[in-house]
């Protein structure tokens, strides 16, 4: 068989590029930017208008990331969806309890996805992260069942907060309250991270969906 020859049969797995990645600062821009967009247009028109600019920054940010990556990560698209229609929703019937009631379903859908596919044996966390970590079937399980609760607590809080408060201190609940409380919840995982962490190519996705 010619070098040719060889080369044109080569497995696709083996002269596939790899798939491009967003750089870690665009990264954080892509998902801050329309939550501070949101947080600066309700502060001077109110909470309509900031939805109509949150709406538009979420399909913004996806076009960006197709754009670069030509790959779309679950979370980012689910939570584009549903601002889209909830957003759609405050804005068509002028009720702001809809852009505040996504929060909510948004999370308790992410923390029973979780939870129910691990019920079954599955696990969607890898997917949800993109695959940017590498660690055993254990941690993503222990993992799986730490976000899972935590999404729910999230959810829980939203609801709490939105109750109690004027719209424009749940804006700032939303924007300052929930991304450091994730941010700490985050690093709080590394050490079973770094328990569990396996070189890339030893991971095992038999598992994930």
Known sequence: MTQE???RTKPAAQT?????KLSPGLKIA???GPLIVFFVVNS?????????????????????????????PAMPVVTALLVLVFGGLTIFLQNEDFIK?????LY????????????????????????????????????TW?????????AGL???????????????????GILPLTIVFAVAQAPLIMRHEIPAEQEDAESHF
Not at 16 to 20: G, T, Y
């Open 5 to 7: 020859t060889m080369s």
């Open 16 to 20: 596939a590029e790899p798939r491009k």
């Open 30 to 32: 892509l998902e801050l």
């Open 44 to 72: 001077k028109y109110g909470i309509f208008p900031a939805t109509g600019v949150l709406m538009a920054g979420v399909l913004l940010t996806l076009g960006v990331s197709w754009a670069i990556t030509k790959h779309l």
């Open 101 to 105: 009631l996504k929060v909510t379903i």
């Open 108 to 143: 308790s859908m992410f923390g029973a996805a979780l939870l129910g596919a691990l019920y079954f044996g599955k696990l969607l966390l890898p997917i949800v992260f993109d695959m940017a970590i590498h660690i055993d079937d254990t941690g993503w399980r222990k993992l």
């Open 146 to 154: 730490r976000w899972g609760v935590f999404f729910f607590f999230l």
């Open 158 to 176: 939203n609801e709490v907060v939105r109750h109690s408060v004027s719209t424009d201190v749940w804006v700032n609940f939303k924007v300052f």
